[in-house]
């Protein structure tokens, strides 16, 4: 579990047979075998520790389903997991990405940056305005968002567009997305709840016939 505030920025080195070697010299001396760390807001977990940095095995599964697979990545945001005790700053993060999205502008407005994303349609149910949503592991709120959610704005302040990798982005880069959870669970709920009622209700010919109506 992750809060979406990015600890420091990394870069990933080299991707060969199965793994990815990051460069992180910044929390290299935090790190210990096992650890879950979120990149670019996906869960990875240590396998071996380097001098600067350390090796995580990635599934090809991953790879698919987020920007790490990208050629040219730029530098990636990096978060180490949720201690307990520690303070929840941003919103519960699993570091499990919902959807790839893209970057679709970026201008500085009145102090503060007004950065805008597309998201693919499967997403866009769960994209609300003034919801959270993480990107590339970063926990923003959504500001504006079209009908389908496939659009959205975020407001970014100048400390978190120099902290993370935002400041690295190109209009079309792509950026990995993770909805807020608790979003999920309601909509489960809801569609759970929907389906138990439909049964309880459906009154059918087999029915009247089991319960002795001829």
Request: charged share 15%; hydrophobic share 40%.
């Amino acid at each position: 579990m992750f809060t979406g505030l990015i600890q420091t920025i990394g870069k990933i080195e080299r991707y060969s047979n199965g793994q990815l070697t990051i460069s992180c010299p910044e929390i290299r001396s935090n790190l210990a075998i096992g650890d879950s760390v979120a990149v670019n807001g996906v869960c990875l977990t240590v396998a071996e520790i380097l001098a600067r940095g350390f090796i995580a095995d990635v599934s090809p599964e991953t790879l698919s389903r987020s920007n790490l697979g990208a050629g040219n990545l730029p530098p990636v945001n990096l978060e180490m997991a949720l201690a307990v005790g520690d303070r929840l700053g941003g919103h519960f993060v699993t570091g499990h990405i919902d959807g790839v999205g893209a970057l679709c502008e970026s201008k500085m407005t009145g102090g503060a940056w007004e950065i805008s994303f597309s998201a693919p349609e499967e997403l866009g149910r769960y994209i609300i305005s003034k919801g959270s949503i993480a990107i590339n592991g970063i926990s923003l709120t959504v500001a504006q968002c079209n009908g389908l959610g496939t659009w959205f704005s975020t407001a970014v302040i100048p400390h978190t567009y120099d902290s993370t990798n935002l400041k690295y982005l190109q209009i079309g880069s792509s950026v990995n997305l993770e909805a807020d959870m608790l979003g999920k669970y309601v909509e489960k709920f809801m569609k759970s709840d929907r389906q138990n009622q439909r049964q309880q209700s459906a009154i059918t010919s087999d029915f009247l016939a089991e319960h002795g109506w001829n």
